[in-house]
């Protein structure tokens, strides 16, 4: 038998292979989708005429109903894959109204030889050539495929596949073009993908992958991991159990979803297909079927960016959508699979501890060193452990590399960065707002704003709404119940705080931020009882024994036990040095450091002062210690380490109108200028409620501007001033928690009192100072001048 002519269609750079579904440009192979590559097909075949919608949409899809979107979505790819720039359609031209035109001269190429093609316009093409192998019968996904077999066999068995074909085609059709709508209730699990190419990179990434896709979109909502984990608790399953598509199922109906998304990858000869059904959650139909093949490894990627493309049009986001918010996945993630395979674990145990987490996405970055995301969820990690110059390094370099990321993530970035690096918050709030504004359905944005802007500010009533909000769209995220508790707590509001923490209790969910807020709780409730039991209950947690040591540290030294308050921060200090936080052991150093000065004792605090700074410069060290050198009386010390915060950080918002004013003015007083430390303080005025970022990490740094403008007003001898000042401070003791000042201003009130000559009122306010520091240390200094200021006056009564 003569053997059969092949054609080829060359264009510009381009060469089109029917047979094999090939597109090439100077001989390098473009990923594109076969339903794609058949739109190009008939337009090149068909080249400088106009296409109707209606005639393109009849060829591609003969048998079914579709959507124009489906079409246009078709176009969009084709565009991308030809490089067909929108002010320049150099290939594909609109003709409005009627459909399309291929505008370049197309020439047809015609080959002698040995190869059979036997086609149909169906989800797959089959090619029979010799020397390959052929597919595996049991896939659910078909791709092109070899044998070594004569040409009646080669047909007979095309023919057998055409009419399975042609079944599974109507079995399937009944179900998959059911009318898709998801909402804001109605979010999309996704299930783990059925790796048979027996190569475990692509175990757990691809799942990532498809996240990161989807999650870039306005309009479809993907289901919360923490949501997915605790409907998996709820079902006694554990947290780590692989999503089947049953399982998920399951998951997705108890958890509210609206569609579960199955993936598969499997290996066709050299190829890889990568599959996609969207299933309803409640009935089990189909809802909907994607398709996509990459000749390479490295082209999965692209693959997997095409299907969610082709997903979010079906389900009804705009293609001006699409087009504004779809940066290929190997651009927004990593095209290191084997880095995002370290990601997804990362992320997976984002949820249950940060520590499990932090090696994988290091590995990540080890892989990628452009992983932007990989260096922010670091940042993150380091962040919350309060090691601060490690967070800010980290996020540093996402915020360099977040050209390599997609829209949510490049929010998300900037957001840290003005919250970890600059500490500028007025910008990062600006960000948060447009963040919510394009992602109405993420909760992070307004977190973001709950946890690191809004309290700092000074804010709590927003905080608390922000909170609130966050926890409708994902109440199974732990972090959100402990922002509502501490907010409600700044508020005044213990029985609220409790009830955040008893529905977080209910829901199962458990975090170390929760026994600390327990813990402090039990504090301004005077329960010290229950303290004692936290406290014995956080030695099983690391972290929690670190954080709850440290602040019975606070609640030691503002009972004036001096000598046990240091023992216990030896304690924290060491427990953070065992877990590798080496800044946070040093900011525990330097709010100690600034306890001692307060309470007079000069050498101690610049000691302890120093050592802290041998350990760490970070901001909130070099803060707490130059605040203890300026209350030791080392102004100049104070001074330099003031000049060098201001250089250091100029836009940091806490810094420049709370850190700054505070350690200035106390350097005026420290000389003699009084006057001048009340002007350096009026900076600090809009923000006096505010709490710095020292107060949430450490428990030091709240109200201390008001605090040293009470002693500058008692140093100028204005005593209803000053008295204002501190009955500040004691009218807010929600915000102080067990900060030792707080104790202080009741004995700077009584000062103020007797400054004003209301001697009754001083005497009241010595008793209660007196009173909550009956087990003091007798030999602290301020105790001592108390006790002989309460003489004087009683001697004067």
């Known amino acids: ?51 109707t919608k209606d005639d393109l949409m009849k060829e591609l899809w003969p048998d079914s109903f579709v959507e124009e979107s489906n079409l246009s979505q078709n176009i969009f790819m084709l565009r991308k894959a030809l490089g067909d720039a929108p002010e320049e359609r150099r290939y594909i031209v609109t003709v409005p109204g009627r459909g399309y035109r291929f505008a370049t001269d197309v020439q047809t190429v015609k080959l002698e030889g040995e190869h059979l093609m036997i086609a149909g316009h169906t989800q797959s093409h089959v090619v029979v050539e010799p020397g390959g192998e052929s597919v595996n019968a049991g896939s659910t996904l078909f791709a092109p495929w070899k044998s070594k077999v004569d040409r009646s066999y080669a047909i007979a068995v095309v023919i057998g596949f055409g009419i399975g074909l042609l079944v599974l085609g109507a079995s399937l059709f009944s179900h998959r073009h059911r009318p898709m709508a998801l909402g804001a209730t109605d979010p999309v699990l996704i299930a783990d993908f059925t790796n048979t190419t027996g190569d475990a990179v692509f175990d757990d990434t691809l799942r990532q992958g498809l996240v990161a896709q989807l999650e870039q979109s306005p309009f479809v909502s993907v289901m919360p991991e923490d949501r997915v984990r605790h409907t998996l608790a709820l079902m006694g399953r554990s947290a780590d159990a692989r999503i089947t598509p049953e399982l998920g199922r399951e998951v997705c109906a108890r958890a509210g979803g609206g569609a579960l998304l199955d993936g598969s990858i499997a290996k066709l000869g050299s190829e890889y297909v990568v599959g996609l059904r969207a299933i309803d959650c409640r009935d089990g ?231 600390l807020e327990r813990f402090d709780l039990a504090y301004l409730r005077g329960d010290a009882a229950h303290m004692n039991r936290l406290a014995q209950a956080a030695r099983t947690d690391p972290l929690a024994d670190e954080w709850i040591t440290q602040h019975n ?19 924290a200090e060491a427990l953070a040095r065992e877990s590798g936080h080496v800044e946070s052991a040093a900011l525990y150093e ?34 707490g210690a130059a605040l203890a050198l300026a209350l030791s009386g080392d102004s100049s010390r104070a001074e330099q380490l ?42 600090a005025a809009p923000y006096d409620l505010g709490r710095p970022r020292v107060a949430l990490h450490a428990n030091f740094g709240s109200l201390y501007p008001v605090y040293v403008r009470g002693e500058a007003y008692i140093a ?36 103020a009192y007797a400054m004003a000559k209301d001697r009754g009122s001083a005497g009241v306010g010595y008793q209660k100072f007196l009173a909550s520091w009956k087990d003091a240390d007798h030999d602290v200094p301020v105790l001592k001048q108390a006790e002989s200021e309460y003489a004087t006056i009683r001697s004067e009564r």
Not at 605 to 623: F, H, W
């Open 553 to 571: 540290a606070s609640v030691l030294a503002s009972s004036g036990r001096v000598r046990d308050a240091r023992r216990e921060v030896q304690r």
């Open 1 to 51: 038998m003569p053997a059969e002519q092949k054609v080829l269609y060359e264009f510009g750079p381009f060469r089109a292979d029917p047979e094999k579904q090939i597109l090439s440009r100077d001989r390098e192979q473009v990923p594109i989708t076969p339903k794609v590559f058949e739109t190009l097909l008939i337009l090149v075949r068909r080249s400088g005429e106009v296409v």
């Open 716 to 751: 100028m001898h204005k005593g209803n001033e000053a008295a204002a000042e501190f009955q500040k401070i004691l009218e807010h003791r929600e915000l102080m928690v067990s900060d030792p000042i707080r104790m202080l201003a009741q004995l700077q009130l009584a000062r």
């Open 642 to 683: 003031a000049e060098d915060l201001k250089r250091r950080f100029p836009e940091d918002t806490g810094i420049q109108f709370n850190c700054l004013p505070t350690l200035r003015a106390q350097v005026a007083l420290n000389r003699g200028n009084s006057r001048q430390a009340v002007e350096l303080l009026e900076k």
């Open 285 to 515: 139909a189909i809802l909907d079927e994607e398709q996509a093949q990459a000749a390479r490894k490295e082209d999965v990627l692209n693959a997997l960016t095409q299907i969610a493309s082709r997903f979010r049009t079906r389900v009804g986001e705009s293609l001006a959508a699409i087009q504004e918010h779809n940066t290929a996945l190997a651009e927004a993630t990593t095209p290191s699979l084997e880095a995002l395979k370290a990601y997804s674990t990362g992320r997976k145990l984002l949820t249950s501890t940060d520590n499990a987490a932090l090696p994988f996405f290091q590995r990540s970055i080890a892989l990628d060193p452009n992983f932007a995301m990989a260096y922010a969820y670091i940042g993150r990690i380091y962040g919350n452990m309060g090691e601060a110059e490690l967070s800010a390094e980290n996020t540093r370099k996402a915020y360099e590399l977040r050209d390599h990321t997609s829209d949510p993530e490049k929010f998300w970035i900037m957001a840290a960065y003005d919250t970890q690096v600059t500490e500028n918050l007025e910008r990062a709030e600006q960000t948060c707002k447009v963040w919510e504004q394009t992602y109405p359905r993420d909760p992070t944005p307004k977190m973001f704003q709950a946890g690191l802007i809004l309290p700092i500010l000074g804010r709590y009533e927003e905080a608390v709404e922000k909170a609130e909000r966050a926890r409708a769209i994902d109440p199974d995220f732990g972090i959100t119940y402990f922002l509502l508790a501490i907010r409600h707590q700044e508020l005044g509001l213990f029985d609220k705080a409790e009830e955040s923490l008893r529905q977080a209790a209910e829901r199962k969910l458990e975090i170390p931020d929760f026994a």
């Open 590 to 623: 330097a709010g100690a450091a600034s306890w001692e000065g307060f309470f007079g004792n000069a050498a101690e605090a610049r000691r302890e002062a120093m050592d802290a700074l041998k350990l760490s410069t970070n901001r909130g060290v070099e803060y």
